[in-house]
């Protein structure tokens, strides 16, 4: 179900001056671009609802970009952790609005849980509509406004899981430990998440072993084309213990 309620996250310093009541008119006309589409999503119309989750979100300024963090190989002097880090590499989606402004901290951090809420039942839409690449996406964008939200992290999680691929199962697995550390303990959530990351392994596991064995076989079978013209393949070559930690390689007629 598409949301309504959550808390904002920390409030960003922006660089451009601002029209306060135009920003207080523009969260009011995406609270009510949003409410439209929370009617059509509880009448099952996911399009009719992407489209006023969309346009809501235009009216909001944008999220101000953090500078990235130091490159310790560049630089001897020295976002966030944990959950966080698996969303900070995010840029910002297309429909979000005009460029970041100065807006005061409190306006800011009701933008930023506007845009939270909205990302986060966009992600909704498109789970509905099976893109579950773009509700990552969208999931993504939420959490970078509330890297805590608790139904951004469960849709980016269970997006994640029906893309089935290396990457997305293990970004899923990142996802269900982070909500384990912030699902109360009381919480009937938690022993489904549990579950959902106990069941996430093997599949994690089958996946990086079928992804790694399709490189294997892209590598070998280039390999194979560029040592044709000599004669030869890769085949010919043996890897064996040298018996000091490495390998000797031999080549076999």
């Known amino acids: 179900m598409a949301d309504d309620q959550h808390l904002p996250s920390d409030a960003s310093t922006p660089s451009e001056s601002v029209d306060e009541h135009e ?14 589409g929370n009617e059509s999503f509880r009448a099952s119309r996911w399009s009719e609802a992407l489209v006023s989750y969309r346009t809501a ?7 101000t970009p953090q500078p990235p963090p130091p490159d310790s190989s560049q630089n ?28 005061p901290s409190e306006l800011e951090a009701e933008c930023a849980k506007a845009r939270a809420v909205l990302n986060a039942n966009i992600g909704a839409c498109l789970v509905k509509l099976s893109d579950y690449s773009g509700a990552v996406e969208s999931c ?3 959490l970078l406004d509330d890297p ?7 849709r980016r999680a269970a997006s994640n899981e029906r893309l089935d691929t290396w990457s997305s199962l293990t970004q899923a697995q990142e996802d269900y430990k982070s909500l384990l550390e ?5 919480s009937p959530q938690v022993a489904q998440t549990k579950r959902s990351l106990q069941l996430l392994e093997p599949r994690q596991q089958a996946a990086q072993k079928k ?7 892209k590598l070998k079978s280039l390999g194979n084309s560029i040592l044709g013209n000599f004669g030869l393949s890769t085949d010919n070559f043996k890897f064996e213990p040298n018996g000091q ?9």
């Open 148 to 154: 805590h939200y608790i139904k951004a992290l469960q």
């Open 76 to 103: 001897d002097t020295s976002d966030h952790g944990g959950a966080r880090s698996a969303s900070s590499s995010k840029v910002p989606t297309r429909e979000e609005g005009p460029e970041p402004a100065n807006i």
């Open 182 to 186: 912030l699902l109360p303990p009381t």
């Open 211 to 217: 992804e790694m064995a399709e490189m294997t076989g």
């Open 245 to 253: 930690g490495g390998y000797s390689m031999n080549i076999v007629r």
């Open 140 to 142: 993504t964008q939420s």
């Open 57 to 63: 979100l235009s009216r909001l300024p944008r999220r």
């Open 23 to 36: 920003i207080k008119k523009n969260i009011t006309e995406a609270d009510e671009l949003k409410q439209e």
